[in-house]
């Protein structure tokens, strides 16, 4: 993330170390806590249950432990977003798969991770924002399947990673960062322009493209 050229760049690279250090020691916090206190059984205690999901949480940027992920995809380059997007969150999603339950309050961030991605990607114009909101809505999605089935989410998280992957490197092509440059862009194909309207409906889950399909198998699976 650092780069001694841009320093927006550097902050962001900052805010990433400090926030997940932090995380870090919460989360080494919780299971020194859980060692001394808890033998057996710990996943049916509230506190340390809470403790070890709130560290993964602010790992990966779920609702409301997401207030670094924006400002840190809004400095760094297409590969960098791509990465937290997809890659950073597949170890935290993991340790986060062992201790998972239905509760009130995974109920509460699988709620608001979806409904604050969804309303805080209405007033961008920057695509790299735009895109971490996005993930912020996928992460409640993939929190719920996480409930379900680790088979589901695996399934969710590749076809999000795939069209990640596509919009990125068609972002990063066509070396676009606001959304007011895809309406400008008179030198860009129109072939580009339509896949990455697809693309982005797609992300968006909506029917009948291939990014509505796991959040319908999601769904389909809490309601069995």
């Known amino acids: 993330l ?22 870090s020691t919460m989360l080494l916090f919780s299971i020194l806590m859980i060692q001394m206190k808890y033998s057996m059984g710990w996943e049916s205690e509230i506190i340390p ?10 790992k990966i940027g779920a609702a409301p432990f997401h207030f670094w992920f924006p400002e840190v995809m809004s400095a760094s380059s297409w590969i960098n977003c791509l990465t937290l ?4 969150k597949i170890a935290p999603m993991m340790i986060l798969s062992y201790c998972i339950q239905m509760s009130t309050f995974m ?22 924002q735009l895109l971490a909101y996005s993930s912020i809505s996928h992460i ?14 695996e399934f969710y998280f590749i076809i999000y990673s795939l069209l990640s992957l596509i919009l990125v490197l068609l972002f990063k092509q066509s070396n676009l ?14 072939e580009i322009k339509f896949m990455m309207f697809l693309s982005l409906l797609s992300l968006g889950g909506l029917p009948p493209f291939l990014g509505f399909m796991p959040k319908w198998i999601v769904m389909q699976s809490m309601i069995e």
Do not use: D, H, P
């Open 2 to 23: 650092a780069n001694n050229k841009n320093k927006m760049t550097n902050e962001s690279s900052i805010k990433y170390f400090i926030v997940q250090a932090m995380a």
């Open 49 to 58: 249950s809470m403790m070890i999901s709130s560290s993964l949480l602010l």
């Open 85 to 88: 997007m997809t890659w950073q």
């Open 107 to 128: 109920f509460l961030i699988t709620i608001s991770s979806i409904i604050i991605g969804a309303l805080g990607g209405l007033n961008q114009t920057s695509l790299r």
């Open 140 to 153: 409640g999605w993939m929190i719920s399947s996480l409930i379900v089935s680790e088979n589901i989410w």
């Open 177 to 190: 960062f606001f959304m007011n440059q895809i309406y400008s862009a008179s030198n860009m194909k129109m």
